[in-house]
T-cell receptor, first 110, second 119 residues
Framework: GQNIDQPTEMTATEGAIVQINCTYQ??????LFWYQQHAGEAPTFLSY????GLEEKGRFSSFLSRSKGYSYLLLKELQMKDSASYLC???????????FGAGTTVTVRA | DGGITQSPKYLFRKEGQNVTLSCEQN?????MYWYRQDPGQGLRLIYY???????QKGDIAEGYSVSREKKESFPLTVTSAQKNPTAFYLC??????????????????FGPGTRLTVT
């Protein structure tokens, strides 16, 4: 089975940094994805990690440690538009299916 | 413009009725997926298909049915057997070209969703 855990909610101030952690226990591993989802909208792809280390994409970075079953998404220079739910998803080793965590709702305050 | 469309955005049905949700993509993706999202829960996989005329059950397939007669289309029917059908339904697609080895990301692209309310 798949077990993916992430915090339910986080609040931060505009311009600050927030780190969203994700831990997983899955049967097989072939990549970890982060998606952003604004309320009532479709999730949009943010990042992908399959090897250990940090991937940076502008204000967003994602880190993976496969031995620890751990990832984080780092959001820098927070903007009001970053208020959204952030979904951690893991792909198993044998197919293209994703297993999703429950999502972390980030609220950015002025 | 390439993308995934779902229709309608909002759907209301009476209990006991079957309802079909549409999903179309013009991204030339082989794989398509249906998810259900409930408040406070992650996306849960209902069905997926990696090739025309073939599909597999996901984690919560009971009370749902699908077909994949064309590469572009993957409709989902919510049957009267589904005990708790009110939810936000998301369709997604991805490429599978090149397989899982190598650096193929194969991220899933999502449609705008259909919010189904059954009373």
């Amino acid at each position: 089975g798949q077990n993916i855990d992430q915090p339910t909610e986080m609040t931060a101030t505009e311009g600050a940094i927030v780190q969203i952690n994700c831990t997983y226990q899955t049967s097989g591993f072939n990549g970890l994805f982060w998606y952003q989802q604004h309320a009532g909208e479709a999730p949009t792809f943010l990042s992908y990690n399959v090897l250990d280390g940090l991937e940076e994409k502008g204000r967003f970075s994602s880190f993976l440690s496969r031995s620890k079953g751990y990832s984080y998404l780092l959001l820098k220079e927070l903007q009001m538009k970053d208020s959204a739910s952030y979904l951690c998803a893991v792909r198993g080793s044998n197919d293209y299916k994703l297993s999703f965590g429950a999502g972390t709702t980030v609220t950015v305050r002025a | 413009d390439g993308g995934i469309t779902q229709s309608p955005k909002y759907l209301f049905r009476k209990e006991g009725q079957n309802v079909t949700l549409s999903c179309e993509q013009n991204l030339n993706h082989d794989a398509m997926y249906w998810y259900r999202q409930d408040p406070g829960q992650g996306l849960r996989l209902i069905y997926y298909s990696q090739i025309v005329n073939d599909f597999q059950k996901g984690d919560i397939a009971e009370g749902y049915s699908v077909s994949r007669e064309k590469k572009e289309s993957f409709p989902l029917t919510v049957t009267s057997a589904q005990k708790n059908p009110t939810a936000f339904y998301l369709c997604a697609s991805s490429s599978i070209w090149g397989g899982l080895a190598g650096d193929g990301v194969h991220e899933q692209y999502f449609g705008p969703g259909t919010r189904l309310t059954v009373t």
